[in-house]
């Protein structure tokens, strides 16, 4: 089948509520494209132009996580756009089965949508519509935003085509503030991010209920469990980034840019910061050690002084030591006794010669 004499289909890849998605061959320019066909619009007629506006809108916006638009036109009473093809599948599962991931996809799941959404974001649009099936991943793990059937631009409330007091959007990933009927707004888009994240990681949404209302509700009241305590291995600083973008209050959640900037930088691993590697110190001498304590040792008592006498105006010389006296007399009575003896010798001798 030819569509536009241009793009031949060559087999149905998906099918939703506004048509179907073939995938196919631009014959004129030799790629391959996905075609997407808008079935029933003629009994619709808000259901065509919201296609319509899907094709203006993705064709504003150039950004290697936003899936491109190529064409778009009528054929055979029936639109139709032309995309990039993006060989791989949502992240809706299969069969009704929840994708789930490892933290590190998730975080790569995260910095690629986050930065697609910026992109939308800085061009003045709001997706409204993030889910896992608007979410495509390519073989080689790069995710792509996919179907601006349902947004609007921030700078053109009529845009919406939307009712007083209508909600578009999936209920499992809408906004607080959308829920209580508030415009949509880029941190509405990051809420929703955020849903798909949590889903990803835990298998299941945030939020379920029964009925629509009781969903709503928990949407506005209820805080969400924390994944670690339903048993998901994740970094503490991952649970705690999710949880911001999952705040109910919208000034209270990052921006799309930051989202991406920071999974990006692998700030979400929580790995502690390097310790400071310590400068070499000098050896520093040990002193040596303290004897060990002993008997103290008895001290001498000092005698007490002796009285001084009063001293008198004239000195007096000081008592002669009586050994000194003796040595001094020794000297005369050693000469008198060898004059005596002399004496007598000199008398002998002159007797002896008499004789």
């Not at 065509?48 to 916006?61: I, K």
């Not at 150039?62 to 036109?73: L, T």
């Not at 010389?317 to 006794?337: D, F």
Request: hydrophobic share 45%; proline share 11%; net charge neutral.
């Amino acid at each position: 089948m030819l569509v536009a004499d241009r793009y031949r289909l060559q087999g149905c890849v998906g099918r939703g509520g506004m048509g179907e998605v073939w995938r196919a061959t631009d014959e004129v320019l030799g790629r391959d494209v996905a075609v997407k066909l808008m079935l029933g619009h003629e009994h619709d007629p808000s259901a065509a132009e919201r296609f319509r506006m899907e094709a203006q809108t993705a064709a504003r916006l150039s950004h290697p996580h936003v899936v491109g638009v190529f064409d778009f036109g009528t054929w055979d009473g029936k639109l139709f756009l032309v995309m990039e093809l993006v060989s791989g599948d949502s992240l809706a599962g299969d069969r009704g089965r929840s994708v789930v991931l490892g933290a590190e996809q998730v975080a790569t799941v995260a910095a690629h949508a986050a930065a697609g959404l910026a992109a939308a974001h800085r061009q003045g649009v709001v997706h409204r519509d993030i889910k896992p099936g608007n979410l495509l991943m390519d073989a080689d793990g790069t995710v792509k935003l996919a179907d601006f059937g349902i947004a609007r631009f921030v700078d053109d409330p009529s845009a919406g085509l939307t009712t007083t007091g209508q909600i578009v959007g999936t209920g499992l990933y809408l906004a607080p503030e959308r829920a209580l009927g508030q415009p949509a707004s880029p941190a509405s888009d990051v809420y929703s991010l955020g849903c798909v994240l949590y889903q990803l990681l835990t298998g299941q949404p945030p939020f379920r209920a029964d009925t629509a209302t009781a969903l709503l509700y928990q949407h506005i009241d209820t805080p969400p469990t924390p994944p670690r305590q339903l048993g998901v291995p994740m970094p503490a600083a991952f649970e705690a980034y999710l949880l911001s973008l999952l705040a109910k209050q919208p000034e209270q959640r990052p921006a799309a840019q930051a989202i991406a900037d920071w999974f990006t930088s692998g700030s979400w691993r929580d790995q502690p910061m390097p310790l400071p590697q310590a400068v070499p110190q000098p050896p520093v001498p040990q002193a040596a050690p303290a004897p060990l304590p002993t008997a103290p040792v008895p001290m001498p008592v000092p005698a007490a002084p002796a009285p001084q006498q009063p001293r008198s105006r004239r000195a007096q010389p000081p008592a002669e030591n009586p050994l000194a006296a003796i040595s001094r007399r020794r000297p005369r009575r050693t000469a008198a006794v060898a004059g005596a003896v002399a004496f007598v010798v000199f008398l002998l001798i002159g007797m002896a010669w008499l004789s």
